[in-house]
């Protein structure tokens, strides 16, 4: 098998101003790129190079000597999320069960974006943060380098990338500006709501309104 990189759900264009076009063609075409072409690298005439990606990122996990495949199959799988993590349209608050498990979980949905722009701020180093399910409820965490929650028991509902490449170009060393952007005018909640169905065991994505 030889992994590809997926098209984006959407134009490079498509996320400007609040991320650029230079910036995404960075990121996607030579970031996530890399990481697929090094993936087949690594895995080429080996029992990984047929497996489906998490399989390979679940299998890579904690193995002293594949450090190098999971660093690079979860950059892929993190990317993959990322990218669904956001919409040109984005930025428009979720209503019904993720709405009510958002407020249950934090307070209220203001109370939410403080504590995930604080926590994305905290990250020291590249990562990312992520708002995922545990035991049935919503948490907010932050994961160094490649870590994705998958491999800890978790269901991400969506992610942003705190690697500095994927956003010092646009808004220098201000992390917490571009966090905040992303709540702001970026991220997909009907694909968190998705997330959150699948978690659940529900099948219907709730309307939304815009924040």
Known sequence: MTFVLKPLPYDKSALSPTISPTTMELHY????????????????????????????VETAWGDPNATSIFDNAAQIWNHDFFWQSM????????????????????????????????????Q???????????????????????????VLGLRPLLTCDLWEHAYYLDY??????????FLARLVNWGFAAEQLGLAMGESRSPESVRA
């Open 87 to 122: 919409s040109p349209t984005g930025g428009i608050r979720s209503i019904g069960p993720l709405s009510s498990r958002i407020d249950a979980a934090f307070g209220s949905y203001e109370a939410f974006e403080r504590k995930f722009v604080e926590n994305a701020g905290a």
């Open 29 to 56: 075409e030579k970031h996530h790129r890399g990481y697929v072409e090094k993936l087949n690298k690594l895995t080429a005439d080996t029992a990984m190079s047929r497996m489906p990606l998490e399989r390979i």
């Open 172 to 181: 220098q060393n201000d992390r917490e500006k571009f966090v905040r952007a």
């Open 124 to 150: 020291f180093g590249s990562g990312w943060i992520w708002l995922v399910v545990e035991a049935g409820r919503l948490k907010i965490m932050t994961t160094g380098d490649a870590l994705t929650p998958t």
